[in-house]
């Protein structure tokens, strides 16, 4: 079984940093990903880390350690519009999901 | 537009009235995917297809059955629904060789009394 375990809330000052941290168990691995669903909408894509290290676009990076079962999701710059639930997700075809981090971020 | 489209948005039932939520892409992508969305829970995978006739149980497909007739749609359905399966629901697709991009439909929430 999958075992994904994310802080439930955070906040931030506009114009901030915020790392959201993931940690995982798996039976299996092959990738984990993060997802941002803002209040009553449907969650959208991300980032994707297969390799360990970071990955960066834009405002948000997203890194992996495999060996530590360990991620985090860093947004720079924090604007309001990032206020959101953050999901992290492991594997693959079968999917798993971690509950979410609600960030919020105050002028 | 490429889009998921889920039919009903919102649905209020009564225990044990089978009834079916639709799923449909026109991004002919061949994986799609169920998921609930509970308070606390995050998001279940229900389950997933990779292709026309292939499915495949996710982490909580107890009480739900799919079908993958067509590439363009994934029907869940539900044949006596209970009030525990009142939750929100959301349907996805993806290309195959890029599962993890997935696209979500607009979601179902659905009251099961």
């Known amino acids: 079984g999958q075992n994904i375990d994310q802080p439930t809330e955070m906040t931030a000052t506009e114009g901030a940093i915020v790392q959201i941290n993931c940690t995982y168990q798996t039976s299996g691995f092959n990738g984990l990903f993060w997802y941002q669903q803002h209040a009553g909408e449907a969650p959208t894509f991300l980032s994707y880390n297969v390799l360990d290290g970071l990955e960066e676009k834009g405002r948000f990076s997203s890194f992996l350690s495999r060996s530590k079962g360990y991620s985090y999701l860093l947004l720079k710059e924090l604007q309001m519009k990032d206020s959101a639930s953050y999901l992290c997700a492991v594997n693959d075809y079968k999917l798993s999901f971690g509950a979410g981090t609600t960030v919020t971020v105050r002028a | 537009e490429a889009q998921v489209t889920q039919n009903p948005r919102y649905l209020i039932t009564v225990t044990g009235k089978k009834l079916t939520v639709t799923c449909s892409q026109n991004?002919?992508?061949?994986?799609m995917s169920w998921y609930r969305q509970d308070p606390g829970l995050g998001l279940r995978q229900i389950y997933y297809?990779?292709?026309?006739?292939?499915?495949d149980k996710g982490d909580v497909p107890e009480g739900y059955k799919v079908s993958r007739k067509e590439k363009r749609n994934f029907p869940l359905i539900l044949e006596s629904p209970s009030p525990n399966q009142t939750s929100l629901y959301f349907c996805?697709?993806?290309?195959?060789?890029?599962?993890?991009?997935?696209?979500f439909g607009p979601g179902t929430r659905l009251t099961v009394l």
């Open positions: 996805a697709s993806s290309p195959l060789d890029r599962y993890y991009t997935q696209y």
């Open positions: 991004m002919n992508h061949e994986y």
């Open positions: 297809s990779m292709n026309v006739e292939v499915t």
